[in-house]
């Protein structure tokens, strides 16, 4: 299906609703997802972005749709991962007199993807390319998420165009940000930069600073996956504005995983603590529950408290992906905690408070840990500590 979006501009993608993991398995896509690539029709004919491999034969026949890709004129790639530059191998081929615009980081990522020699043309921010009523301008968006990442522009249309950002995995009926559910638009917003933009945050900042100075009027954000934003479109820049600052929610997340149910009587105790002092909070079993969910609510909150039994002389290996997010993410502004069972060494509390001081998570509690099944006393001791956390929360 081919969509036209504005006079002359045609979204010429897929919408993919079998997606239920992306990036092999390290992000789920519960609502699926979509690979949006854009025809544009003035004297030149313009392509941005491709789209997944397993659909080139789709992309084709929907530009076939509306023109013969052998008039393709130019092909702009945003970024080389193949989510977006697939189909580049089959437009290349169909339209072989193609010129191929890249980043400069994008010209030595499409080359290693692909290693073809293609009439590549490299720009930097600020570079035009006239196509005749109209110019494509061109914003360099380094780590955002790849080196290789950039924006286009096109002008009398005001269309930006800035492939992974602003983007949501979300399959949808609809193409449009006013014809969706809107908590389910922003849910799978948030669970994107919560996932893959957080570690960029300040790049976030300075690069949306670096487009407004451009005074670039914006009637449309199209970027490659989920819907394109049209009605304020930006309200998503703002909301990306205000994810980047990361000032969390006064609320926790506890994190738990349990052999015997020990664990979870803690984590439950601490959560009972923190509610009489009115923090909310949500519990999560590690071995139950999809990572991706968990890193977003983490994302949202203050405090992250995480429990295990001591399994080798440390945690369940449910939790280790989890642990590891902190890390490689970058949270900033989080407090933590630690707790958790066991039946002879005890370590999994300690290596847990271990990895928050890698992850500059701030440690508010004494770590709570009890031997076999937790007593009574020491369940009121789980209490106590989330009362002390969630003083810690209303602190901050």
């Known amino acids: 299906m081919v969509v036209q979006i504005a006079e002359s501009v045609y979204w010429v993608g897929v919408v993919d609703w079998s997606l239920t993991h992306f990036h092999g398995h390290e992000l789920s896509t ?18 941005v972005d491709t789209v997944w491999t397993p659909f080139q034969d789709r992309l084709l026949e929907n530009i076939r749709e509306v023109i013969d890709p052998s008039k393709i004129d130019i092909v702009v790639a945003n970024h080389a991962e193949v989510d977006h530059s697939g189909g580049l191998p089959a437009v290349m081929r169909n339209a072989p007199d193609a010129t191929l615009v890249v980043s400069q980081k994008g010209k030595e990522s499409i080359e290693g993807h692909y290693h073809q020699p293609w009439n590549f043309k490299t720009v930097k921010t600020g570079d035009k390319i006239n196509i005749g009523k109209h110019d494509l301008v061109f914003i360099e968006a380094p780590m955002l998420h790849w080196p290789d990442s950039m924006f286009t522009y096109l002008t009398g249309k005001n269309i930006l165009m800035p492939n992974d950002a602003f983007g949501q995995h979300y399959a949808t009926a609809f193409l449009y940000n006013d014809q969706v559910n ?4 922003y849910e799978e917003a948030l669970k994107y930069y919560a996932n893959i933009l957080t570690p960029f945050s300040k790049q976030v900042l300075r690069k949306i600073d670096e487009v407004m100075a451009l005074n670039l009027p914006v009637d449309m954000i199209a970027p490659s996956h989920g819907v394109i934003w049209r009605k304020d479109p930006l309200q998503i820049v703002e909301k990306y504005r205000e994810w980047a600052t990361q000032k969390p929610e006064q609320s926790a997340v506890i994190i738990y995983d349990t052999m015997w149910d020990g664990t979870r009587n803690m984590a439950e105790a601490i959560g009972e603590g923190m509610a009489q002092e009115g923090i909310p909070y949500k519990i999560f079993h590690a071995g139950l529950t999809d990572r991706n969910d968990m890193v977003t609510e983490i994302f949202k909150t203050k405090a992250v408290i995480v429990g295990s039994p001591t399994f080798n002389q440390g945690v369940l290996p449910t939790l280790s992906p989890v642990l590891e997010d902190l890390r490689g993410l970058k949270f900033q502004n989080k407090i933590g905690a630690a707790f958790g069972t066991y039946g002879w060494s005890g370590e999994s509390p300690q290596v847990i408070e271990e990895h928050f001081n890698k992850c500059n998570i701030l440690l508010v509690a004494e770590s709570m840990k009890a031997k076999w099944q937790p007593k009574a006393e020491e369940l009121e001791k789980c209490r106590e500590m989330g009362i002390n956390i969630a003083r810690a929360i209303k602190s901050e």
């Open 30 to 47: 519960h609502r699926g997802s979509s690979y949006n690539a854009y025809l544009i029709i003035d004297e030149k004919v313009v392509l």
């Open 182 to 185: 809107q908590e389910e638009l």
